[in-house]
Structure formats: structure tokens, C-alpha cells
């Protein structure tokens, strides 16, 4: 069936470091692709998202780009700031109209 | 507009108690979900609603009921909690289908003893 797999966490990287979280997915077709965040103590949050191949989301100066050939959605930031440390997860569209999520990885920026 | 919000925030259990919670949406949005997050699981999917009045089963329906009676409001209710059912429970909506973003309540944390 339709799956998310995200890279372990937990993440920890010192202010201004390059991030890269690698999410890969299992899915008959091409799923609509999403990028989430969880701050401390609140819900998810919509950080970004793709529709179709070869899209590029981007917020927050967070960006991730639909791979169908590596069925890859990677999340990435050139430089990332303490205010940016919580739990990241990579969920996908299906035609059920639900999202499936990955496990969650969670970032600590360290100043 | 306060979103999605969720009462309440707190609760323990023991085994074998029931209890609802509560989520209200005040964007008039169709779709409502309710999820469980365990540590190393993501979020999983117990129940969802396309309207007012219509209720499915998601990936982890068993031991929880949910209601749609108003648009606006989502009930999860559990009839005879067990320790399993310790989670971090987050209710979310939406305009229409998952292609639109969900909007995610502060969540409730259950602890069953």
C-alpha cells in the first residue's frame, strides 16, 4: 500500500547548517506530496507542498522538489535558525482523500 | 477566528472509563479527522467526516466512535478506554479534500492507567 518513509531522527545541527531531511514515499501513480511542521507543545502545520512531478514547494526559506524518478520529496534550508527546531513530517495525498504521514523527525538547531 | 480547538487539553483514565473529546472548527470547513500520534508512529488516522452528518473509519478505527452532528464539531469518544489508547490525540479539518491544507487543533493528551 501507499507509504512515507522519513529519515530517523533525532537531527541535531548547529545554527546556519545546511538541513537536508530525506523522505522517500511508496504510491500507485503520483500522490500530491506535503512537507508539515510540528512546533513544541502545538499541532502540525502546513510548511509546503507539490502536486505533480518535478514541482517545487518552498516556504520559510524551506524548499523541497517532487522527485517521481526517486520518489523523493527531500525537505532542505541553506541555513537553519534555533527558532526552526521541532518535528518534521512528510505525508502524501491519496485518493481516499487522506493524508498518510511519515514517522516524524525531529530537528534541534543548537546556537 | 480561533481555528481548530480541542477540549481538552489534559485528561487521565483509568481503564475501562469513557470519555469524549471534543473539536470544533470555526472555518466552515467540510472535512474533519481525528489522529493519534504515538512516538516513532507519525500520525495515524482513527476516524474522518466529508460533512456534516457522515463519519468513516481510517487506518485505526477500533475502541473509537466519532460523531457529526453540527458541522462545526467532531466528537471522538472512547467507551472503554485501555492503556493502548495513551496517545496524543489532534483533530484537524479541512475545505475539502486532502488536497487542501489541514488545519491541525493543539492537541489532547490521554494517559489510561
Known amino acids: 500500500g501507499n507509504s512515507v518513509t522519513q529519515m530517523e531522527g533525532p537531527v541535531t545541527l548547529s545554527e546556519e547548517a545546511f538541513l537536508t531531511i530525506n523522505c522517500t514515499y511508496t504510491?500507485?501513480?503520483?500522490?500530491?506530496l506535503f512537507w508539515y511542521v510540528q512546533y513544541p507543545g502545538e499541532g502540525l502545520q502546513l510548511l509546503l507542498k507539490a502536486t505533480k512531478a518535478d514541482d517545487k514547494g518552498s516556504n520559510k526559506g524551506f524548499e523541497a522538489t517532487y522527485r517521481k524518478e526517486t520518489t523523493s520529496f527531500h525537505l532542505e534550508k541553506g541555513s537553519v535558525q534555533v527558532s526552526d527546531s521541532a518535528v518534521y513530517f512528510c505525508?502524501?495525498?491519496?485518493?481516499?482523500?487522506?493524508?498518510?504521514f511519515g514517522q516524524g523527525t525531529e530537528l534541534s538547531v543548537k546556537p | 477566528n480561533a481555528g481548530v480547538t480541542q477540549t481538552p487539553k489534559f485528561r487521565v483514565l483509568k481503564t475501562g472509563q469513557s470519555m469524549t473529546l471534543l473539536c470544533a472548527q470555526d472555518m466552515n470547513h467540510e472535512y474533519m479527522y481525528w489522529y493519534r500520534q504515538d512516538p516513532g508512529m507519525g500520525l495515524r488516522l482513527i476516524h474522518y467526516s466529508v460533512g456534516e452528518g457522515t463519519t468513516a473509519k481510517g487506518e485505526v478505527p477500533d475502541g473509537y466512535n466519532v460523531s457529526r452532528l453540527k458541522k462545526q464539531n467532531f466528537l471522538l469518544g472512547l467507551e472503554s478506554a485501555a492503556p493502548s489508547q495513551t496517545s496524543v490525540y489532534f483533530c484537524?479539518?479541512?475545505?475539502?479534500?486532502?488536497?487542501?491544507?489541514?488545519?491541525f487543533g493543539p492537541g489532547t493528551r490521554l494517559t489510561v492507567l
Open positions: 504510491a500507485t501513480g503520483y500522490p500530491s
Open positions: 505525508a502524501q495525498y491519496n485518493q481516499g482523500g487522506k493524508l498518510i
Open positions: 484537524a479539518s479541512s475545505y475539502s479534500t486532502g488536497l487542501n491544507e489541514q488545519f
